[in-house]
C-alpha cells in the first residue's frame, strides 16, 4: 500500500504540475504570476484539514489517553505548520505584482497568520515541555482551542467589511481553470496523506524504540 500511495502520489504532482504550467490557459489580468492561485488554495485546504486532524487528535487523546492520537496531533500539527508556511509565503510572492506590497493587514492574511503562529506555539509546547502525560494533555488542549482559529480564517470574508477585503469573496473560473483546480486539489490530497502517514509512522517506530529500551533497562542486572 505504501508503494501504491507513493505511486498515485507521484503521479497526482506530475499531473498537477501539468495542468498548472501547460493545460490551463493564462489569466488575462494577472498574468502568469495567477499560477500560484493553484498551489496556494492547495495549500490553504491541506493546511486547515491538518489543524481539524490535530483537533480529532487532541479530543481522542483526552478521552482515551492511548498515544496513537497524541502521534496523530503531533503530526498533523507539524504539516498544518508547513502548509501554512507554503500560504503565507506564496501569498505575497502573489499579491506583490497584483496588489502592489507583498503584504497587507486585511482579514484572511491576518488571521492565516494569527493561526500559524498560533500552531507553532503548540509544537513548541511540545518541544520544550517535559516528555510525558502532562505535556501530552496540555498540547490537547491547545490543539482543541486552536482549531477555532481555523473557522475564521474560512469565513474572514463574510465576517468583516467589503471595504476591508482584498480577497474576492468568489471567482468565476475558465472550466480549464476550475479543472486544474481541482486536479491540484488531488494532488495535494494524495501528497497530505502519504506525508501523514510517513510521519505517523516514525513517530509509531521511536515510540516502539523507547519502549524497547526502558525494557531492557529494567531487565539489565
Same mark, same amino acid.
Given at each position: 500500500?505504501?508503494?501504491?500511495?507513493?505511486?498515485?502520489?507521484l503521479l497526482a504532482v506530475v499531473g498537477a504540475l501539468w495542468a498548472v504550467f501547460v493545460y490551463a490557459p493564462t489569466e488575462r489580468q494577472m498574468g502568469l504570476v495567477q499560477r500560484i492561485f493553484y498551489f496556494h488554495v492547495s495549500a490553504a485546504i491541506s493546511a486547515?484539514?491538518?489543524? !481539524?486532524?490535530? !483537533?480529532? #487528535?487532541?479530543?481522542?487523546?483526552l478521552r482515551t489517553r492511548h498515544d496513537r492520537w497524541d502521534r496523530l496531533g503531533l503530526a498533523a500539527a507539524e504539516l498544518g505548520v508547513l502548509f501554512s508556511l507554503f500560504?503565507?509565503?506564496?501569498?505575497?510572492?502573489?499579491?506583490?505584482?497584483?496588489? #502592489?506590497?507583498?503584504?497587507?493587514?486585511e482579514p484572511r492574511l491576518t488571521t492565516m497568520? %494569527?493561526? !500559524?503562529? %498560533?500552531? /507553532?506555539?503548540?509544537?513548541?509546547?511540545?518541544?520544550? #515541555?517535559?516528555?510525558?502525560?502532562r505535556t501530552q494533555r496540555f +498540547? +490537547?488542549?491547545?490543539?482543541?482551542f486552536?482549531? /477555532?482559529?481555523?473557522?475564521f480564517v474560512r469565513y474572514s470574508i463574510n465576517l468583516w467589511a467589503a471595504d476591508q477585503q482584498l480577497h474576492p469573496p468568489s471567482v468565476d473560473l475558465d472550466p480549464a481553470m476550475a479543472?486544474?483546480?481541482y486536479v491540484s486539489y488531488i494532488a495535494f490530497a494524495l501528497l497530505f496523506g502519504y506525508l501523514l502517514r510517513l510521519r505517523l509512522s516514525?513517530?509509531?517506530?521511536?515510540?516502539?524504540?523507547?519502549?524497547? %529500551?526502558?525494557?531492557?533497562r529494567r531487565i539489565a542486572p
Amino acid at each position: 500500500m505504501w508503494r501504491v500511495h507513493g505511486v498515485l502520489t507521484l503521479l497526482a504532482v506530475v499531473g498537477a504540475l501539468w495542468a498548472v504550467f501547460v493545460y490551463a490557459p493564462t489569466e488575462r489580468q494577472m498574468g502568469l504570476v495567477q499560477r500560484i492561485f493553484y498551489f496556494h488554495v492547495s495549500a490553504a485546504i491541506s493546511a486547515g484539514l491538518s489543524y !481539524f486532524l490535530v !483537533f480529532v #487528535g487532541s479530543v481522542g487523546y483526552l478521552r482515551t489517553r492511548h498515544d496513537r492520537w497524541d502521534r496523530l496531533g503531533l503530526a498533523a500539527a507539524e504539516l498544518g505548520v508547513l502548509f501554512s508556511l507554503f500560504v503565507l509565503i506564496s501569498g505575497p510572492l502573489w499579491a506583490r505584482p497584483i496588489w #502592489g506590497v507583498f503584504w497587507r493587514w486585511e482579514p484572511r492574511l491576518t488571521t492565516m497568520m %494569527i493561526t !500559524f503562529t %498560533i500552531y /507553532v506555539a503548540y509544537l513548541m509546547v511540545r518541544s520544550y #515541555g517535559e516528555p510525558g502525560e502532562r505535556t501530552q494533555r496540555f +498540547a +490537547a488542549v491547545v490543539g482543541i482551542f486552536a482549531f /477555532v482559529m481555523v473557522p475564521f480564517v474560512r469565513y474572514s470574508i463574510n465576517l468583516w467589511a467589503a471595504d476591508q477585503q482584498l480577497h474576492p469573496p468568489s471567482v468565476d473560473l475558465d472550466p480549464a481553470m476550475a479543472t486544474t483546480k481541482y486536479v491540484s486539489y488531488i494532488a495535494f490530497a494524495l501528497l497530505f496523506g502519504y506525508l501523514l502517514r510517513l510521519r505517523l509512522s516514525q513517530l509509531g517506530n521511536a515510540a516502539k524504540l523507547v519502549q524497547l %529500551i526502558h525494557q531492557r533497562r529494567r531487565i539489565a542486572p
